[in-house]
């Protein structure tokens, strides 16, 4: 199928809600515990790809906001970093979930579009015709304000 519709389901009644929100091209999904109210999805039969992020509030009337990337390259396969701040393509490129901006690449000579990474300590394995490239994510800088 090439449209895939995005519906809020109440889990307590099964009531699903229209939202008009749709994602093109043979989609692929993904979430992360860190944000359990966030579903990302990609497609893959336009060049470059969309990436998309929806997130849910719920209620009596639950809604759904959206937020788009459509230059992504290779997004046939993603994933998202175990805190939740960052969605990695297979095309070796990181954007932050706050709102989409790109945030790093990665180098991975011979690609294919291919990613994954464990959810223990955020190790990227990119394919190639190679074999696996693995790669960590940059350092993550926190800033600390305070007396001192």
């Known amino acids: 199928r090439q449209w895939a519709n995005v519906h809020p389901l109440d889990p307590a009644t099964g009531t699903v809600y229209d939202t008009g929100y749709h994602v093109a091209y043979n989609s692929r999904l993904a ?3 860190a944000l359990p109210n ?3 999805a990609s ?3 336009s060049s470059p790809a969309y990436l998309y992020e929806f997130t849910v509030t719920g209620g ?3 809604t759904v906001s959206e937020q788009t990337r ?4 290779e997004a046939a396969s993603f994933a ?3 805190d939740g701040s960052q969605v990695i393509t297979g095309g070796h490129q990181a954007f932050s979930t706050a709102d989409l901006s790109p945030v790093h690449t990665y180098p991975v000579p011979h690609s294919t579009s291919a990613v994954a ?4 300590d955020d190790l990227l394995a990119f394919g190639s015709t190679n074999g696996v490239a693995s790669s960590r994510p940059p350092l993550r800088m926190a800033l600390h304000s305070g007396i001192g």
Do not use: K, Y
């Open 31 to 33: 979430a992360s515990p």
């Open 38 to 40: 966030t579903l990302f």
């Open 43 to 45: 497609d893959i039969g």
């Open 60 to 62: 009596s009337t639950p």
């Open 70 to 73: 459509w230059d992504v390259n």
């Open 80 to 82: 998202v970093s175990s």
């Open 117 to 120: 990474m464990r959810p223990s």
